[in-house]
């Protein structure tokens, strides 16, 4: 059974550094693009930080130059280090896992969802 956990998530001052951790089970997560998307109270999932299987990078614009995705398909686990941090960040943060999807940030076509790990920054 495929599975995704989130790790990482915790309470932080504005301008700090968190680092989150996805681990990837019961399916081949080589074969699969693997994004972070976050939530807030009251809004839509949005996408942060994708990395497809040829290893291209994308990030949403309020993220870029702030949030590092990596993957390592050895380990089998997804990375999102976070540098700067906002109280806007605040929000639970989700690792999903999509197929044949490239670079896509749309949470509709991601076929595996973790739990969620609680990012919240105070300022």
């Known amino acids: 059974q495929a599975q995704l956990e989130e790790s990482g998530g915790a309470a932080v001052q504005a301008g700090g550094s968190l680092s989150l951790s996805c681990a990837a089970s019961g399916f081949t997560s080589s074969r699969f693009s693997l994004a972070w998307f976050r939530q807030a109270p009251g809004k839509e999932r949005e996408g942060v930080a994708v990395?497809?299987?040829?290893?291209?990078?994308r990030y949403a614009d309020f993220v870029k130059g702030r949030f590092t995705i990596s993957r390592d398909n050895d380990m089998n686990t997804l990375t999102l280090r976070m540098n700067s941090l906002k109280p806007e960040d605040t929000a639970m943060y989700y690792c999903?896992?999509?197929?044949?999807?490239?670079?896509?940030?749309?949470?509709?076509?991601?076929?595996?969802w973790g739990q969620g790990t609680q990012v919240t920054v105070s300022s």
């Open positions: 999903g896992a999509a197929l044949s999807r490239g670079l896509s940030m749309f949470p509709t076509e991601y076929n595996y």
């Open positions: 990395v497809d299987t040829a290893g291209r990078l």
